[in-house]
């Protein structure tokens, strides 16, 4: 597809600009057609193995600069096979996502514009605009007035940041003498169901709080987590000498996406002093629709709470929005300014990079602004109710099967379920169908699911999330499974 | 300049795809005559006010879809005036940095195809193309073979992956146990000198050594770590009963750019079984250049190493480069892996969530292939030495002048000096004139420097690594100088 741009590769052009323009426009174009079903030419779940692509790849950085079309050409050869397309509307696995339209426009403006938003004055527009949308967010999802709102990369990093914002809300001198070597600190404590999402066990090690420091609730019937057992725990670990610190609540687990018991868990915390922070990372987004607000009950108690508009708000990955009715405990956990990051309005603006890790803070507000402007709330409802019908019609449909089987309820747009073919029980040869189920289907190219582990045994899960997924690609997902499970049982 | 699309807002189109082919043309050509030279029809410095923007916005969003247009209007007379343009070839401040056209191609692609490249199988060629760039890189800089390389967003993320590593290396069953509550443990120290980067004392924050944790070392005259006064706080720790874990060893500090004796700090680490973190984020990329790499000797010694492509490598924002010989310290201090983020080829292919914090890692391999091939190393070279030369110039004019002064050596492409006027001293007042000249250039719009403090006080930095940073701009920078300090001697 790549014509000649009839100009030299020209150093002295610093941004290669001449060659921008006419690669840009191909680009263009080439993304355009993607969006537009182009996605679909291609298998959902690369079949590249390992090591291919770097066999493919020279095994040094070239000496001169290369021709755009090679550049173009080794994309669409090498590449792209090695792809697994996450933008396809086939893609059913972990959580489907979306870089839309609108979205890649932000993300282009963003890299070109290029700006580094760690302070106020660096980019005014990147801390007032990402103050802005957070804001429109919060209204939308119906969160509390006084919670300050913050772009992360992920919810991973949102979720470290909320827990160490619990470490320093503790009274525990913490930033200025640490956790180590100290006589005065007994071990500290932070609870969250076993369904929660590895993040926060991975925030644990970061804090160094350890394994240890991280104690999951066992879950009800429903995969929400247990408040009784929450309360045994922590009057057991109070009696042990531990110091608890903080409660996750999930809204939207991965596994199922079950929505543990909020008003219940914050009455807990309050009673016991605990940090609440909500990681409704996938699920948020659906309280956009008034008809599912009432999965953020209770979450105008947290003391954070996290979501991500890069999992099912159409906004390309990265982008997860934090939430805290206590900025200026972010601030003690992190704030450190060297005379270098100081301006004349140090202390008067919200310099953003005082409210966590990272530095470093791209214009993710950029695409997040388009995102929400070019479709407005309407739209985004109606994406996100078309995906709830979707998920609800194919949870439907697996009630009727007489060889499957729902493994979970499914109150958005996941649905988890197992094959369970005559004569086969629940056991490690009905988990080894499941997965071999799983890879027929993958293998089709059509769609690609993932699995996961339920109280009976591994369950496969169609997660709807992705913006072009339709009618059409649900029946195939349904045909897959019906013919891999005739395949399989009939071998 | 957008003229209608003849369309209407059409919501069934999940991408609005027939508005988005029109829009991003238009936004290519607005990008590339951005880059051709259309940023410098911004001043530099935003001259927006807090608040000027956040006030023009709505405080909600919209009910609706809005008209592209309408979305691009407000863009240009809303938010880019609240820019500060890090693009801009006069962008001299902290360090210059560039979104170059290959880039933004790179990122253009990345939001399209939306992977999340947290396992090997969710985008092999994510992780494959990502370990063949470092690799590339890695040969680039002459550093060992046994160096495995991956992606972080931030030098704060590479550099507290780094020190958590160390953590973990220290045998002290942190993963497990965690720092709190234990009568075994000392007290934890991380080494680093006075001039390191404020992000290592935010990693001993979060990691949980506390401020207490983190000892800064005395520089020499050449703002250079003092090995002799590490050796001696190291001694002097152990006998008060700390447990040294770490020293980070800076390659261009971010005040002046100074390089620490890694040969002699890694010679230190070796004696007294200490992790070497060697932060090069801003000048590892000029080792690229055979005749600067002697800035790097030293760095095989280290246990980890990052330096960051998108400061002074053409690689927009964000993209840091993070190094180990002990990848699997990395994994055993982070690695976590729930049955729904296993795959048939778990422990058999590089997962790349299992080395740091994120589970969600975008596509960023992309921008940086996209950017060495299109210049290549020639290339790369040609405009790294082409910044030294204007810096060195630059240095030269103002060892000249009668009224500046140079405050410290300038080994790469960051001239630090200041004005001193006839009659005034070091000190306050002189502190005062020069922050004062500071903000009188940075009104001018045409470049903007930023500040930091050094032993005789505060000092001006212009800071050279945008790519379309020519002779022209630091002539306007040394005229903008003069009249400043005619202006302020003279009011």
């Known amino acids: 597809m790549w014509e000649d741009v009839g100009e030299e590769n ?17 680009m263009v174009d080439w993304i355009a057609d993607y969006l537009e079903g182009g996605a679909r030419d291609f298998p959902v779940l690369s079949r590249s193995k390992p090591g291919d692509l770097s066999r493919a790849l020279p095994t040094e950085m070239p000496a001169e600069a290369e021709n755009p079309k090679q550049i173009w050409a080794d994309f669409e050869s090498m590449v792209l096979p ?19 339209g609108p979205g890649i426009l932000g993300e282009m403006l963003s890299a070109a514009l290029n700006v580094n938003g760690m302070l106020w004055r660096t980019c005014p527009a990147a801390t007032e605009l990402e103050l802005v949308v957070l804001n429109w967010l919060r209204k939308g999802l119906e969160l509390p007035d006084d919670f300050f709102g913050f772009l992360c990369d992920t919810a991973s990093i949102s979720s470290l ?3 160490a914002a619990a470490r320093e809300n503790a009274d525990i001198e913490v930033r200025e003498r640490g956790l180590a070597g100290r006589d005065d600190l007994p071990g500290l404590r932070v609870y969250a169901s076993d369904q929660a999402h590895s993040s926060i066990a991975k925030a644990c090690l970061t804090l160094g709080f350890g394994l240890d420091g991280f104690r999951a609730i066992p879950h009800d019937d429903d995969y929400r987590m247990d408040v009784a057992a929450l309360r045994q725990a922590i009057s057991e670990d109070r009696r042990a000498g531990f110091r608890p610190l903080a409660v996750i609540a999930t809204v939207g687990t991965t596994s199922t996406t079950s929505v543990d018991p909020v008003p219940e868990i914050a009455k807990v915390c309050a009673e016991e002093y605990l940090w609440l922070h909500v990681d409704a990372a996938y699920a948020g987004s659906a309280a956009l ?8 009950d209770g979450c105008e108690l947290a003391d954070s709470f996290v979501f991500n508009p890069h999992k099912w708000l159409f906004v390309p990955i990265d982008a997860s929005a934090l939430y805290t009715r206590h900025p200026e405990i972010f601030k003690r956990a992190f704030s450190l300014v060297p005379e270098y990051l100081t301006t004349p309005m140090t202390g008067e603006v919200v310099d953003l990079m005082d409210y966590g890790v990272q530095l470093g803070r791209r214009f993710r507000a950029l695409k997040v602004w388009w995102v929400l402007r070019s479709y407005g709330l309407s739209g985004l409802q109606m994406h996100l109710r078309r995906h709830i019908e979707l998920a609800q019609a194919f949870s439907d449909w697996v009630d009727e099967q007489p060889h499957l089987e729902r493994a979970a309820p499914a109150p958005f747009s ?3 379920f197992r094959a369970k073919p005559p004569g086969m029980e629940h056991g490690e040869a009905l988990d080894g169908f499941n997965m071999r189920l799983m890879e027929e289907i993958n293998t089709s190219g059509d769609v690609y699911l993932s699995h996961t582990r339920l109280d009976d045994g591994i369950a496969l899960r169609v997660a709807i999330g992705n913006i072009g997924t339709d009618e059409a690609d649900l029946e195939r997902c349904r045909i897959l499974i019906l013919k891999g499970l005739q395949c399989l049982s009939n071998p």
């Open 10 to 26: 020209k150093l002295s052009e610093p941004h290669n600009t001449k060659e921008f323009r006419a690669e840009a426009h191909r």
């Open 82 to 100: 090695a792809v697994t397309h996450w933008n396809h509307p086939g893609f059913m696995a972990y959580f489907g996502i979306t870089g839309s």
């Open 161 to 163: 940041l909320a827990l």
């Open 289 to 296: 629709c008034p008809e599912q607000r009432w999965c953020l």
């Open 414 to 416: 996941v649905v988890c």
